[in-house]
């Protein structure tokens, strides 16, 4: 079953706009990450944050989490046509030595040129 | 070396017959997962593997599901009597052992059951 929301569904920005995805998560995690997947295939790895992380960067990409929240955000600065693809949140819990993913619905993004 | 790659990229077959879906993770990659990703139930974990340990079957939706993974590199997926609800992405990915939480992806396999 699905861990993760996602929020909004979908999303449709101009170029340059800022786009902000929020995703919700119900049980305890190691890490969060937040993936790219386009046309319906295989998935990008963008950025992960570990539980004990409250805001992590990458290039135009911020994450943030907020674990009594349980809820991460996705904030895609000066978005680009590029930019469109469907964005996922996963959390990982780390049992048995498995990270397996839990994936949310994804929020679907348009960058309109 | 290379990403993780997956054949066939696509697959149609026939209600009832058997499938199998390969994945060949990167290089030295020690963990290797499989997901599925349909319309109605998003993306869904499958199968791990870890080394020589013994997989982690819990995310198999049937006995018709199995998988393997022969000399801790290349794995294969079966699928024995499809039905219409086993069309999706089989997604596969792989990590290395210094960078666990880290999963990268392959391009999916889509396969379609008429």
């Known amino acids: 079953s699905q861990q993760g929301e996602e929020d909004p569904q979908a999303l449709s920005i101009q170029e340059g706009e800022n786009a902000t995805m929020n995703c919700s998560y119900k049980?305890?995690?190691?890490?969060l990450q937040w993936y790219r997947q386009n046309s319906g295939r295989g998935l990008v790895h963008l950025i992960l944050?570990?539980?004990?992380?409250r805001e992590k960067h990458s290039g135009r990409l911020r994450v943030t989490l907020d674990t009594s929240k349980k809820s991460s955000s996705l904030l895609i600065t000066a978005s680009r046509a590029a930019d469109t693809a469907s964005y996922f949140c996963?959390?990982?819990?780390?049992?048995?030595?498995?990270?397996?993913?839990?994936f949310g619905k994804g929020t679907k993004l348009s960058v309109i040129p | 070396g290379a990403g993780v790659s997956q054949s066939p990229s696509n697959k149609v077959t026939e209600k009832g017959k058997d499938v199998e879906l390969r994945c060949d993770p990167i290089?030295?990659?020690?963990?290797l997962y499989w997901y599925r990703q349909s319309l109605g139930q998003g993306l869904e974990f499958l199968i791990y593997?870890?080394?020589?340990?013994?997989?982690?079957k819990s995310g198999l939706p049937s006995d018709r599901f199995s998988a393997e993974r022969t000399g801790g590199s290349v794995s294969t997926l079966t699928i024995q009597r499809t039905q219409q609800e086993d069309s999706a992405v089989y997604l596969c990915?792989?990590?290395?052992?210094?960078?666990?939480?880290?999963?990268?992806f392959g391009p999916g396999t889509r396969l379609t059951v008429l």
């Open positions: 990915a792989s990590s290395s052992r210094l960078a666990a939480d880290t999963q990268y």
């Open positions: 049980t305890s995690i190691n890490n």
């Open positions: 944050i570990r539980s004990n992380e």
């Open positions: 996963a959390t990982a819990y780390s049992g048995a030595g498995s990270y397996q993913l839990t």
């Open positions: 290089s030295g990659h020690t963990a």
């Open positions: 593997f870890q080394g020589n340990s013994a997989p982690d």
